[in-house]
């Protein structure tokens, strides 16, 4: 199959503090890949021309340190100070933002909010819950994020809420769940192994 890559930057999230797990659920083995945050990587990396992973520390021995975005900040754990480091080093255009815990959301609906991007500074994800940090974010919303650290607010929320926003609603709530504890980690095995089976 000839892939065409998507144009706009991708950048995977993976400096949270995995405080529900119990360890960095990053670098956890998943499917045929060493760790969930080389699964992710190499999962997108066809589709897209420029990949980065944004992270707290170096963590990536697969990675080129091109491609690594280290957050400006150490001591705070929020994704406003990672879209922050992330827009710095991406200006003036759109970049899809993904999860490192959301191994599952397909290429299909990536398109799909990309596609649907161009009217709003925010365009993300909602099933029955909304997926704030899985859609395409415009780097022009830097100036408003760093006025929301000044003010010490963190919230992704107050960003969306505060911005141009636009929420696609798609139906499969599995495809975007977020593996966040020990139980939720062992069934994406089990859903990653039977989808491997089932092509191989």
């Given at each position: 199959?000839?892939?065409?890559?998507?144009?706009?930057?991708?950048?995977?999230?993976?400096?949270?503090?995995?405080?529900?797990?119990?360890?960095?659920?990053?670098?956890?083995?998943?499917?045929?890949?060493?760790?969930?945050?080389?699964?992710q990587?190499?999962?997108?990396?066809?589709?897209?021309?420029?990949?980065?992973?944004?992270?707290?520390?170096?963590k990536?021995?697969?990675l080129?340190?091109?491609?690594?975005?280290?957050?400006?900040?150490?001591?705070?754990y929020?994704?406003?100070?990672?879209?922050?480091?992330?827009?710095?080093?991406l200006?003036?255009?759109?970049?899809?933002?993904?999860t490192?815990?959301?191994?599952f959301?397909?290429?299909d609906?990536?398109?799909?909010?990309i596609?649907?991007?161009?009217?709003?500074?925010?365009?993300?994800?909602?099933?029955?819950?909304?997926?704030?940090?899985?859609?395409?974010?415009?780097?022009?919303?830097?100036?408003?994020?760093?006025?929301?650290?000044?003010?010490?607010?963190?919230?992704?929320?107050?960003?969306?809420?505060?911005?141009?926003?636009?929420?696609?609603?798609?139906?499969?709530?599995?495809?975007?769940?977020?593996?966040?504890?020990?139980?939720?980690?062992?069934?994406?095995?089990?859903?990653?192994?039977?989808y491997?089976?089932?092509?191989?």
């Amino acid at each position: 199959m000839n892939i065409i890559p998507f144009e706009i930057p991708c950048v995977i999230l993976s400096g949270g503090k995995s405080s529900r797990m119990g360890e960095d659920k990053s670098l956890l083995p998943f499917g045929s890949s060493n760790s969930l945050i080389e699964y992710q990587y190499k999962r997108l990396k066809p589709y897209f021309k420029n990949l980065y992973i944004s992270s707290k520390i170096d963590k990536f021995d697969f990675l080129n340190p091109n491609d690594l975005i280290l957050d400006e900040n150490q001591e705070i754990y929020s994704p406003i100070l990672a879209l922050y480091s992330i827009f710095k080093k991406l200006p003036n255009q759109n970049i899809f933002i993904i999860t490192v815990d959301s191994p599952f959301v397909s290429i299909d609906s990536i398109k799909t909010l990309i596609d649907n991007s161009n009217t709003s500074d925010i365009t993300i994800a909602q099933t029955e819950k909304t997926h704030n940090l899985c859609g395409v974010f415009s780097s022009n919303l830097i100036s408003k994020i760093e006025q929301m650290i000044n003010e010490d607010i963190h919230k992704i929320f107050y960003l969306i809420r505060n911005s141009s926003s636009n929420i696609i609603t798609f139906y499969d709530d599995k495809e975007f769940i977020n593996i966040n504890k020990k139980e939720e980690y062992e069934e994406s095995l089990s859903f990653i192994k039977k989808y491997y089976d089932s092509y191989n």
